[in-house]
DNA sequence: TTGTCTTAAATCATCGATTATTTGTCAAGC
DNA sequence: GCTTGACAAATAATCGATGATTTAAGACAA
């Protein structure tokens, strides 16, 4: 096994206990390992946003050769986390307010699209799914003043939007709501560092598992976009906080 | 330069006229210009739908080493065109039925929703834009006796449907649109062969870019989203003919 | 025949070294 | 002082070879 640098991987991110060594993950590759470390880093903003990642560094980092980290980056330009330039390299994507915008709006489409679909189709499991995954949300403490809490909110917030939506039965949908919740997810990381106290979320999410397990479409699309839209406000009151245009 | 393999590459692409050589295209390296090869190549259906692609043979076929054709499946992995799977490499996506269903659906959502946003948004030169791709669309003649014809109509379609939507400054959400678009083609390329009779696409063309132009968005989006349904439909009856599920 | 184990071949993944391009520096000329 | 061009350093891109894993084939026993 190949040693980490710990000034870049978490070990104690939400999803990285350890995992049983006779359940194969299907990451058995450098190039796959480094794809999830290196968008692990790019969300938690471990690497800066619109930086430009040098190979030679990052090879030494990640104590690894060319061939599988090119292609880790190649794979990561997918998620958007990543840009690339002929002859000029990768970076980090950017972060602007528009692209904050952006993703809002295309949130609040995609992921209310989904969701009527998921209604219109989703079986009893997926209904179940939902409801154990806001238990697990509401359970998850989100302390500010302990950052493990925060990461650890973050899988379980995440894994709560996508459940609400993996009933729909539309795999391309899904893995673009997933990007964008990537993308979103790196923006709250890194301008979010504390919890603004001014919204119950928890009630937030509540209403919209309700309302979906209920089939009430209307109800529970609303409450989404709202939820998406308050998210989207607040963030953008943060970037604009710290002059980010 | 390579050579490149005269089977797998068309020279006759419509964007393929070819370029001056002072002006950067920006396809320097060997793994940039790989991907349009690869892309044209799945779009084409020059390879074949579900097909392993195995790497010493397509590193022969396209005359390079193994580092820029991986790096450039990686990044096709993005356009839906490539899947991957550890230690099992790449193959070319499958088409399936609920594919198909799954791809015209998202191109009624998504395109509906970018038309409605250019025309809240668009400037006269996307105005213009639409109008000339209307032109050179409907001045593309599409004979099916002919295949070069028909790689000139889908280059000039791509451009009208892209066109149409790219006043919307969300450019998320037109790379989304893009890939959608790109799906879609394979299955026309691949499955419509021969030109079917029974509708006047050009009339439907005039429609949506009419309404668009005058900026009338129910009756712009509802043509478009009949458009894209009806395409849908005609190339599912083609799939199930071939009786692909 | 069927199933399973072993081994060989094919294929994928990774590495270290080499080549090509870009970027930075500095001096000559205007 | 400013531009231009040559050179050097840094960085990206590619290659050929090696290591690891999967797949295929054959031998053998039930």
Redesign the pocket.
């Known amino acids: 096994m ?1 040693s980490v640098p710990g000034s870049l991987i978490s070990e104690s991110g939400a999803e990285a206990v350890t995992p049983p060594s006779f359940l ?1 993950d299907g990451k ?6 480094l794809v999830s470390q290196l968008r692990e880093a790019i969300i938690s903003g471990q690497l800066e946003a619109g930086s ?7 090879k030494q980092s990640f ?9 880790a980056l190649a794979r990561l330009i997918s998620d958007g986390l990543v840009e ?7 970076r980090v994507s950017p972060v602007s307010l528009s692209n904050l915008e952006e993703i809002t709006s295309l949130r609040e489409e995609f992921e209310t699209y989904a969701l009527r679909e998921s209604m219109r189709v989703g079986d009893v499991e997926w209904e179940g799914n939902i409801m154990r995954a806001l238990h697990r949300l509401n359970r998850t403490e989100r302390d500010a003043s302990r950052p493990e809490t925060l990461e650890q909110w973050e899988a379980v917030h995440r894994e709560f939007h996508l459940t609400l939506i993996s009933g729909c039965r539309k795999p391309l949908l899904l893995s673009f709501c997933k990007t964008m919740l990537n993308l979103n997810d790196r923006y709250r990381r890194t301008f979010l560092t504390r919890t603004s106290g001014d919204r119950n979320v928890s009630v937030e999410h509540s209403e919209i598992a309700q309302g979906t397990v209920a089939r009430d479409m209307d109800y529970a699309c609303d409450r989404l976009r709202e939820h998406i839209h308050r998210t989207g406000t607040n963030l953008r009151k943060h970037l604009a906080e710290k002059g980010i245009a």
């Open positions: 190949r194969d058995n590759t450098i190039a796959s390992q430009k990642i040098n190979l030679d560094r990052a104590n690894v050769s060319l061939s599988p980290l090119r292609e690339f330039e002929d002859n000029r390299g990768y």
